[in-house]
């Protein structure tokens, strides 16, 4: 067995035979001719001259080997409904939808805003979408119209295909009119719009632009559409970033270095074997689901759970349920989920055998280390951080068990995945930070691996800009986070390079301080930001959200339970640390994918407009935040 320091090596310095060998686990129509075409830096073009399909990939070579198993499992605990599709279904599934979407008018290059809830043809419609050359672009059910509308600009679909209603904790969220208001603000116009009708709610029709996909499917019971093999680099969808710092980016992908990446994080990383089933809890309108609820797990040939609903309803055993029932051997997860988790009777973990898991995946956000021993201790079966970006579309820093076994250490991610060559570097200098505990910007050397962002869709110059500009003298691309390195090889994220506080000259990350506020026996959860302040450049300010808000409820008692806390702070980082205030709240900020919305915060602190904040969950949070400062 080769160690892993040996396969990360070979995987950067005998490049082109590493990915040769690794593009092996997926199908290929006509062979690549160059593995790695790197000419027009920073610019990658990954398995050129090769042709193949993603959905070829993911469904159709499968049907004649398990044609019968699994593939897709529906659960929603929404609407009671439960559907198992096997590789033979989810084949016919797949070609009626590339039929209607064919009769729509869609071609090899349009593109097709999906804009779902979690049910089947949300993923019918991405795999027929790539099927026939057309590219998605997902966008999460949750946003309203303005949301929906500047990516509708963006995309410029040609179609655009969506439902009555989503359901949110048994409450249903019509979808349509918010998708009419959308096309009302949008510029462009799509030409159609495929309607899926879950009979959750009445909606209007557009007569010449709005068609009913069950009577389409009828029609198309029969259909056999073939793929279309495209270019390995062809594009295959645009996905936008989460907004948790600013503007989503609108990050395009390809075709065949995606298939080769996942292809191999699913052997390497995720431990996923054919037959076997993948659940993650992620939405689609995210990269996690793109990558690891539909292509991931299909292209290695075992089934995916899709799962709509809440982590807590019926009951918060629901999800550790469907890991008993359908022995799910990978489970991937978010921080912020096993939070909610956390807040509920620990029971409910033990109800369930779950040991088929090989291993719990969180991503994200920073893992904290309580909420990773909580979660370990719950379980009973091994918690797997790992670090990436909707940029990169797969880890780029974990523990890569099916390489070699390496012991987890709590706070740290791991160590940089094979096929990136991840640097620390000195912002203000743009060197090179080799030691142990250094801090410094994480950045990748070119050419970032297979299944990474070809581009910023249609702004080649935003992409060059923004991630390979930003370091002095180098061209070098740029995480945004900002990380350390121990004596083992393990990184530790310390929090986004523009959430780092400089008070008084000493640098701190917001993480730190906020992994210690959290080391407080009565915070469930803290953001930390910086506020500017005339004296020390900027100081400190955190907003907690309390296990027991009891302990808080009036001011003397708010105020002796922030002096403890800042206590702890003073105790385990230093008195340079600590917040000028802790201020307590029942919910924070965040993007609909569970990311802290601290540059929000920090804006309403000092008095600034918060900025774009179409991607908020809840935006009672920030007024909380708002009325705090407010009442200085
Ligand atoms: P935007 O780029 O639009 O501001 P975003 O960065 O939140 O939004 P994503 O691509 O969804 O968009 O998130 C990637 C970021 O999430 C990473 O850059 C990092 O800051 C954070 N992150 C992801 N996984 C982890 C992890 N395991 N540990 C620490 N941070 C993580
Ligand atoms: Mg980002």
Not at 245 to 266: F, I, N
Not at 597 to 611: H, K, S, T, W
Request: with cysteine; hydrophobic share 40%.
């Amino acid at each position: 067995m080769t160690s892993y320091a040996e396969f990360h090596h070979r995987s950067l310095h005998d490049r082109d035979a590493f990915w040769a060998e690794q593009a092996r686990l997926v199908d290929w129509h006509k062979p690549f001719t160059q593995v790695c075409d790197h000419s027009r830096p920073p610019f990658a073009r990954w398995f050129v001259g090769g042709t193949t399909n993603l959905c070829h990939n993911a469904v159709d070579r499968h049907v004649p080997t398990r044609g019968g198993q699994n593939a897709l499992i529906f659960v929603s605990t929404e609407t009671d409904q439960e559907r198992v599709y096997s590789f033979a279904e989810l084949h016919a599934e797949v070609q009626r939808m590339a039929a209607i979407l064919r009769e729509l008018g869609v071609k090899k290059g349009d593109r097709v805003l999906v804009y779902m809830p979690m049910i089947p043809e949300a993923a019918f419609a991405m795999l027929a979408c790539v099927r026939i050359g057309a590219l998605h672009s997902v966008v999460f059910g949750g946003f309203a119209s303005v949301s929906l509308a500047s990516r509708i600009d963006d995309a410029e679909p040609l179609v655009v295909v969506s439902a009555d209603a989503g359901s949110r904790g048994g409450k249903v969220v019509p979808y349509k009119p918010l998708l009419d208001e959308a096309i009302q603000l949008s510029k462009h116009k799509p030409k159609k719009v495929l309607m899926v009708d879950r009979g959750l709610a009445p909606f209007a029709r557009t007569a010449g632009r709005d068609e009913d996909f069950a009577p389409l499917r009828e029609k198309h019971l029969a259909a056999q559409v073939p793929c279309e093999w495209v270019e390995a680099t062809h594009p295959s969808y645009t996905l936008y970033t989460s907004g948790t710092t600013g503007k989503p980016k609108g990050v395009q992908r390809d075709t065949g270095g995606y298939a080769v990446a996942l292809a191999a994080s699913m052997k390497h990383i995720f431990l996923g074997q054919p037959g076997e089933t993948y659940f993650s809890t992620s939405d689609i309108g995210w990269v996690v689901g793109h990558s690891y609820i539909v292509y991931g797990p299909l292209i290695a040939g075992m089934a995916t759970i899709m799962y709509e609903g809440l982590p807590i309803r019926p009951d918060a055993a629901i999800w550790w349920s469907l890991v008993e029932k359908y022995k799910v051997t990978s489970m991937f997860s978010a921080p912020t989920a096993v939070r909610v988790l956390k807040k509920q009777d620990p029971a409910a973990l033990k109800k369930h055998d779950v040991s088929s898991l090989r291993a719990l995946f969180l991503a994200g956000e920073p893992l904290d280390e309580p909420t990773a021993k909580w979660i370990a201790d719950a379980l009973g079966r091994p918690i797997i951080d790992n670090y990436w970006q909707t940029e990169t579309g797969w880890p780029i820093l974990t523990i890569c068990n099916g390489v070699e076994k390496l012991p987890s250490k709590f706070g740290s991610p791991g160590k940089p995945v094979y096929g990136y060559d991840v640097r620390l570097i000195d912002e203000n200098t743009g060197q090179e930070l080799t030691g142990a505990s250094q801090k410094g910007v994480v950045a990748i050397e070119g050419p970032l691996p297979p299944g990474c962002m070809q581009t910023v869709w249609r702004d080649d110059e935003r992409f060059v800009k923004t991630y390979w500009s930003s370091i002095p003298g180098r061209q070098i691309y740029s995480t945004f986070d900002w990380g350390i390195r121990d004596d083992d090889g393990y990184l530790f994220i310390l929090g986004r390079t523009d959430d780092v506080i400089n008070v008084a000259g000493h640098r701190l990350g917001t993480r730190e301080i906020e992994e210690s506020i959290s080391s407080h026996p009565n915070v469930a959860e803290v953001a930390v930001v910086g506020v500017a302040d005339p004296l020390k450049g900027q100081v400190a300010m955190a907003f907690a959200v309390l296990k027991d808000p009891g302990q808080a409820d009036t001011p003397e008692k708010a105020l002796k339970l922030e002096g403890a806390i800042m206590k702890v702070v003073d105790e385990q980082l230093g008195a340079v640390a600590r917040p000028s205030r802790v201020r307590f709240v029942t919910v924070l900020p965040k993007t609909r994918s569970g990311k802290l919305l601290r540059r929000a915060i920090q804006a309403v602190c000092e008095g600034r407009d918060p900025g774009d904040l179409t991607t908020i969950e809840d935006p009672g949070a920030l007024q909380q935040v708002k009325d705090l400062v407010g009442a200085r």
